[in-house]
């Protein structure tokens, strides 16, 4: 079973900074998810990436497969990137299918 | 077009009863998964069905969870004789296929709440 581990798991930082939520998992995986839930919100999807690098906007994932370890980046943060980050990792490398394994969220808090 | 829909969005009963929650899928995707999101225990994996295979049922916590999905779409999920420990909110996703390397999309849940 792939153990998920997220950091930190809060962090309270000023409008405009740089923030970077940390992922590592154990076994190697098809792709990580990056999701986001807004207090009370639904999840939604930011990224889904298997390798490299991907960028939508100010929010910037990255992946090292060979460390089993991701990154989520948000460029010059707002009050409105305040929610819940979860890292969760999909489907065994080579094969198996299966659903998704969470890690327990980074709680994020913007301050103006 | 339309997301993944779920109902009821909120469910109280009483310790005991069971309880049957729906998702409807986005259309045209053929794997659906079921999570349940609880204080203690974050998000956890329940059930996954895709197509017509038979589902993936390893992460159901006791044989009073069960599921269900009809001609590869809507997906019940059941829970005989509820205990106070199974509330939580109950997730479901869909994807276009499974395996976990395709992005999920997720429903806004619903809140089971046991007295």
């Known amino acids: 079973k792939n153990e998920v581990e997220q950091s930190p798991q809060n962090l309270t930082a000023q409008e405009g900074e740089f923030i970077t939520i940390n992922c590592s998992y154990s076994?190697?995986?098809?792709?990580l998810h990056w999701l986001q839930q807004h207090p009370g919100g639904g999840i939604v999807s930011l990224f889904m990436?298997?390798?490299g690098k991907k960028k939508h906007g100010r929010l910037i994932a990255t992946i090292n497969i060979q460390e089993k370890h991701s990154s989520l980046h948000i460029t010059a943060s707002h009050p409105r990137d305040s929610a819940v980050y979860i890292c969760?990792?999909?489907?065994?490398?080579?094969?198996?299918?299966?659903?998704?394994?969470f890690g327990k969220g980074t709680h994020l808090i913007i301050q103006p | 077009g339309a997301g993944v829909s779920q109902s009821p969005s909120n469910k109280v009963t009483e310790k005991g009863k069971d309880v049957e929650l729906r998702c409807d899928p986005i259309?045209?995707?053929?794997?659906l998964y079921w999570y349940r999101q609880s204080l203690g225990q974050g998000l956890e994996f329940l059930i996954y069905?895709?197509?017509?295979?038979?589902?993936?049922k390893s992460g159901l916590p006791s044989d009073r969870f069960s599921a269900e999905r009809t001609g590869g779409s809507v997906s019940t999920l059941t829970i005989q004789r509820t205990q106070q420990e199974d509330s939580a909110v109950y997730l479901c996703?869909?994807?276009?296929?499974?395996?976990?390397?395709?992005?999920?999309?997720f429903g806004p849940g619903t809140r089971l709440t046991v007295t």
């Open positions: 990436l298997s390798s």
């Open positions: 969760a990792v999909g489907g065994v490398a080579g094969g198996g299918a299966d659903g998704l394994t």
């Open positions: 069905f895709q197509g017509n295979s038979a589902p993936d």
């Open positions: 996703a869909s994807s276009l296929v499974g395996s976990g390397a395709y992005e999920q999309y």
């Open positions: 076994v190697g995986i098809s792709a």
């Open positions: 259309s045209g995707h053929t794997a």
